[in-house]
C-alpha cells in the first residue's frame, strides 16, 4: 500500500535547524520525484523543496534557497528536508508529496520560537 509517514519536527529556536523524514512504502523513492510542502492557517500549501526521480535535481524557491537541503535514502526509502537557520516565518505544518502517486504524508508542525 502507497504511504508517506513522516517524522521529526517540533520546536526549534530562532536560528537553528531541523530535519524532516518521509518514510515511504508502495513505491521506491528512488524512483520517483518527491516535494516537500509547507502551509500555514489561512494561506495556501506551497512547495519548498523538490528532489527529481533520479536524484540529481534538486529545487528550491529563491527565499530557501541556501537553508534547505533535499535528500533521499534508498537503503531506508526515506526522503529528508534540512532546515538550517530558521526563523519564526518557517513556522508551518510541513508535508511530503509523491506527485506520480498524489499521495501525501500526514504533515508534521514546525514551529520556531524567537
Known amino acids: 500500500q502507497l504511504q508517506l509517514v513522516q517524522s521529526g519536527g517540533g520546536l526549534v529556536q530562532f536560528g537553528g535547524s531541523l530535519t524532516l523524514s518521509c518514510a515511504a512504502s508502495?513505491?521506491?523513492?528512488?524512483?520517483?520525484?518527491m516535494i516537500w510542502y509547507r502551509q500555514t492557517p489561512g494561506k495556501e500549501r506551497e512547495w519548498v523543496a523538490f528532489?527529481?526521480?533520479?536524484?540529481?535535481?534538486?529545487n528550491f524557491p529563491g527565499s530557501m534557497k541556501g537553508r534547505l537541503t533535499i535528500s533521499r535514502d534508498g537503503a531506508n526509502n526515506t526522503v529528508y528536508l534540512q532546515m538550517a537557520s530558521l526563523n519564526p516565518e518557517d513556522t508551518a505544518v510541513y508535508y511530503c508529496y509523491t506527485p506520480p502517486f498524489s499521495r501525501w504524508g500526514q504533515g508534521t508542525q514546525v514551529t520556531v520560537s524567537s
Open positions: 508502495g513505491f521506491s523513492v528512488t524512483t520517483y520525484p
Open positions: 528532489i527529481s526521480g533520479s536524484g540529481d535535481r534538486t
